[in-house]
């Protein structure tokens, strides 16, 4: 299968504990995106990078949060000091440059976080 | 401040007949504009996408309808099946020069095909 990879699906964890989470994006794919669902909305954007440069951040992303991108490959999602409200499904997509036929970005099926 | 609406939460129709989803948009930078579908425990799946340069877009039985000066798309699933059933996102891209060209996505309609 080389679609996008997300480890772990699912994670329950207590609040003030740290979970990170790890995507395998498209192999070819320089581009890497991550994104938060919850309950009745859509996806909304976190972090994005170009290979392995952090290049842009929504202001979802508190100070807890922290993403990287080692050598352009899989990327890790850090939520230190977890709350609550951090439950959601975290999502994952890549994309090559510029954006194929479609303009469309390839999604991995999540990792869903439950804090207690 | 929802750039991107699906005023209708849920939708149900007849096999064979057809299903129409709504989207508008309020961001004049919005260029690039996708339908997702998606099932329960899956990540979202391309389903068809149209440049703003465009008004019309088809693959098979689905058709993507873009109207910029009302800034809304609708897509049309014809005729419709009990496969088709999953919630459709419409998401939007802007091309701004640098950016991530991060999609912002609508909160998505939950299309029940009815056998």
């Known amino acids: 299968d080389t679609g996008v990879s997300q480890d772990p699906r699912h994670k329950i964890t207590k609040r003030g504990q740290n979970v990170t989470f790890r995507c395998d994006p498209i192999s070819e794919h320089n581009r890497l995106y991550w994104y938060r669902q919850t309950l009745g909305q859509g996806p909304e954007f976190l972090t994005y990078?170009?290979?392995?440069?952090?290049?842009?951040k929504s202001r979802l992303l508190s100070d807890r949060f922290s993403a990287e991108r080692p050598k352009g490959s899989f990327s890790t999602l850090e939520i230190q000091r977890t709350e609550q409200g951090d439950s959601a499904m975290y999502l994952c997509?890549?994309?090559?440059?510029?954006?194929?036929?479609?303009?469309?970005?390839?999604f991995g099926p999540g990792t869903r976080l439950t804090v207690l | 401040d929802q750039q991107v609406k699906q005023n209708s939460p849920s939708l149900s129709v007849q096999e064979g007949r057809i299903s129409i989803l709504n989207c508008d948009y309020t961001?004049?930078?919005?260029?690039?504009f996708l339908w997702y579908k998606k099932y329960p425990a899956e990540g979202p799946t391309f389903l068809i996408s149209i440049s703003s340069i465009k008004d019309k877009n088809e693959d098979g039985r689905f058709t993507v309808f873009l109207n910029k000066s009302a800034k809304h798309l609708s897509l049309h699933i014809v005729p419709s099946q009990p496969g088709d059933s999953a919630v459709y996102f419409c998401?939007?891209?802007?091309?701004?020069?640098?950016?991530?060209?991060?999609?912002?996505f609508g909160s998505g309609t939950q299309l029940t095909v009815l056998p």
């Open positions: 990078f170009q290979n392995e440069a952090q290049l842009e």
């Open positions: 997509a890549s994309r090559t440059l510029y954006g194929g036929q479609h303009n469309e970005q390839f």
């Open positions: 961001n004049s930078m919005f260029d690039y």
């Open positions: 998401a939007a891209s802007a091309m701004v020069l640098g950016s991530a060209r991060q999609l912002t």
